[in-house]
Every structure is written in structure tokens, then in C-alpha cells.
């Protein structure tokens, strides 16, 4: 089984700048894609960022120029800093990992943290 446990998010001005951190733990072979979703109330989740196990990143046309992903693959984790947040950023969240749990690569799987709320407002 694998967990993945986000941090650091919290209530922001617009303006404002915040740090999103997620930690993967587990029966962990190795890690593919991570990346980073969100979900307003009563909207669909969508692609923020994600980055690849070689470095490539992608990022929906709302946050590019403003957001940047990041990872650790030493350590499992994935990182979103987010600059110049604005009310619409206001959303729960989400961490995304594929994660192989053994040598065969049909053995990957797609696991989800828990959210973490970021609220944008004055």
C-alpha cells in the first residue's frame, strides 16, 4: 500500500504566495508522473502541474507563469510553490502519484492524498 500526505495549505491574500508539499511513503518501487489537482465546490477535479521521473513538467494555461512544481525523487516528494494567488486558485488541493510497486511496469498504480484546502481571500 502506498500514502501520500499533503501539507501547507492555508488561508492566503490575493497576491499572496504558498507552499504545497506531499510526501510518498509505502510499498514504493519507484515513482513515475507526481503531480498536482484541484477541486472548487461544485466543479470537477483538474490537472494543476505535473512532472515526470525525468524532470518534465506540465502545467494547466491558469496557473503557468505563477506555479512551479518540483520534486525530490530521493525523498518521494513533490512540491508546488504558488505565487500571485488569486481568488480563483481557491480549491481543495489534490496530490497525484503513479507509482510502481515492483520491477514489473504493469505494476503501477495511480494513488491520491488526501487534499489540502487553499482559500484565497481578502
Known amino acids: 500500500q502506498v500514502q501520500l500526505v499533503e501539507s501547507g495549505g492555508g488561508l492566503v491574500q490575493p497576491g499572496g504566495s504558498l507552499r504545497l508539499s506531499c510526501v510518498a511513503s509505502g510499498s514504493i518501487f519507484s515513482i513515475n508522473a507526481m503531480g498536482w489537482y484541484r477541486q472548487a465546490p461544485g466543479k470537477e477535479r483538474d490537472l494543476v502541474a505535473t512532472?515526470?521521473?525525468?524532470?518534465?513538467?506540465d502545467y494547466a494555461d491558469s496557473v503557468k507563469g505563477r506555479f512551479t512544481i518540483s520534486r525530490d525523487s530521493a525523498k518521494n516528494t513533490v512540491s508546488l510553490q504558488m505565487n500571485s494567488l488569486k481568488p480563483e486558485d481557491t480549491a481543495v488541493y489534490y496530490c497525484?502519484?503513479?507509482?510502481?510497486?515492483?520491477?514489473?511496469?504493469?505494476?503501477?498504480?495511480?494513488?491520491w492524498g488526501q487534499g489540502t484546502q487553499v482559500t484565497v481571500s481578502a
Open positions: 497525484h502519484a503513479n507509482v510502481r510497486t515492483s520491477w514489473r511496469p504493469t505494476n503501477a498504480y495511480d494513488y
Open positions: 512532472i515526470t521521473s525525468g524532470g518534465n513538467t
